[in-house]
């Protein structure tokens, strides 16, 4: 499994600066050290009829648009330990397609909670996929696609210093005619939760969520999931639901 040290070296692969490298080395770190619990602490943040909520909501516009049953090639940005990724996977492949999922982590500790799940683990930063997709070729010997027909990122993007260059990259691997399906938190004001969860952002708004895809996607749709919320340390904040297409 890599380490925290090729973390770096990998980190350094893709051109990062050393202020940057340090920065996601923390993240990496936190994640790293609750990888194992991940699902519980998902579970705990939205109970079990929320997390069904979203897979159905991420289900809907994938199905919508891929009428033919057929092979479908799916990656999970930011899967952390899979919670949603392997509930999606389960879920096509009850209604009939033949799924390839791909979870995509920065986090050693998630990729291996990953690969448990029977996901392919690839290492990877969101604001660089295509470029991370290349070194886990030359470097960790992975054969993983360039192209998706569904990219798919759930409770990630207010960890993503840059939501923007996060969704080029998104653009990046999605082939013309698929679809891109997020949930994020909405904007909120609990600066708490910025050390107690490494987040980067407090969430987004409805019309600066949809400004960012507007600027890369041609088709964009965001909305507020009502009745879906998330609950931590007291705290409860909203989500949202994006989907984007090109054509």
Known sequence: MIDVDQVRVLLKELGYTEEDIAILIEQVEHFDGEARERDAIVEEYLGKECIERIVGEIIAPINSRFRVKGELFVLDVGAGSGTFTSRVRDMLTGMGFNPYVYGLDISPGMLDALSRKGIVAVWGVADRIKESIRLNSRYLGLDVPDRFDVVMSTLAFHHFPDPLSVLRSIHSVLRIDGVAVIIGVLRHGY??????????????????????????FPLVDVEVLDGVYCRVSGYEVGLFKAVLRTI
């Open 191 to 216: 600066e708490a939760l910025r050390d107690e969860l490494k987040d980067v952002h407090l969430g987004f708004s409805v019309d600066e969520f949809s400004s960012y895809a507007r600027e890369v």
